[in-house]
Structure formats: structure tokens, C-alpha cells
């Protein structure tokens, strides 16, 4: 399994950011797709999840934080799971994670300025 996030950067404050994750090495559509990050001296949180398109249901949960914020989907076609984040605020700042299975990207720097 090898994940490759992107699209991190400097953005300023009540900006907008779109997070990529390119997913390789397993059935891609057969697993739920999740985003995490960490801030400095922070421990990794979960922030969104993308369910599987097998799981019934809702397909997305959301950490309270980040919630009607942060928005996740996922491209079966392209193996791609995105985070678009609106709104930013400064507790956002951090490094961004893409995970599934026991897999992890080496993560997206997301910094949020005044």
C-alpha cells in the first residue's frame, strides 16, 4: 500500500486548501479512506473519514472540529481521496496524513497565518 498526500501550503486565516491523497497497491473502492493530522507538540487526531462504497449508510463522518468545514471525497477512478478545507482556522495548522489499513502518507504541511 503507498499513499502520496499533496497540496498542502501557507494559507491565511478563513482561507481555503484542497489536500490530495493518490492511493496505490490494494482495491481502492473495497476501503474506508482517512485523513488525520498533528500538530506541533500534538498527538495525531482523527479528522474525516471516507467509507468504503460497500459500507451502508453514511459515507463520510467528520472529527466535531472540522465539521461543515472540512468536506472529503474520494475519485474511484483516479484511486484519489481529497480533503477541501474552507474556513481555515489556526488550530488547523499541522501536518496532514492520509490512512488506510495500517498504511500512511508521509503527510501534507498545512500552515494557517494571520
Known amino acids: 500500500v503507498h499513499l502520496v498526500e499533496s497540496g498542502g501550503g501557507l494559507v491565511q486565516l478563513g482561507g481555503s486548501l484542497k489536500l490530495s491523497c493518490v492511493a496505490s497497491g490494494f482495491t481502492f473502492t473495497s476501503y474506508p479512506m482517512k485523513w488525520y493530522r498533528q500538530a506541533p507538540g500534538e498527538e495525531r487526531e482523527w479528522v474525516a473519514t471516507?467509507?468504503?462504497?460497500?459500507?451502508?449508510?453514511?459515507?463520510?463522518y467528520y472529527a466535531d472540529s472540522v465539521k461543515d468545514r472540512f468536506t472529503i471525497s474520494r475519485d474511484n477512478a483516479k484511486n484519489t481521496v481529497y480533503l477541501e478545507m474552507n474556513n481555515l482556522k489556526h488550530e488547523d495548522t499541522g501536518v496532514y496524513y492520509c490512512?488506510?489499513?495500517?498504511?500512511w502518507g508521509q503527510g501534507t504541511q498545512v500552515t494557517v497565518s494571520s
Open positions: 471516507s467509507a468504503s462504497i460497500t459500507a451502508p449508510g453514511l459515507t463520510k
Open positions: 490512512h488506510t489499513l495500517d498504511a
